[in-house]
């Protein structure tokens, strides 16, 4: 699972979860959304993900957890 969340200082960072919810990775901030966007984009590449396939992302940043597909 992949999440974007919004750290206190009103930026942007991405956490990397296994299949048992454990944390594996955890970026550093960055200032907008599209660029946490272009980071998982060059994850998935290492995660050996077609640029073609849909990754599903928790965007936590809001009030609501909503489910974005990219």
């Known amino acids: 699972m992949i999440k974007i969340h919004r750290s206190k200082d009103k930026q942007f960072y991405v956490s990397y ?9 955890c970026t550093e901030t960055v200032k907008t959304k599209q660029s946490a966007f272009k980071n998982i984009k060059a ?3 290492l995660f050996r993900v077609d640029s073609k396939t849909v990754v599903k992302i928790q965007d936590c940043t809001g009030k609501k957890v909503k489910e974005i597909a990219i």
């Open 17 to 25: 979860h296994g299949k048992n919810n454990q944390v594996l990775v």
């Open 43 to 45: 994850m998935a590449g």
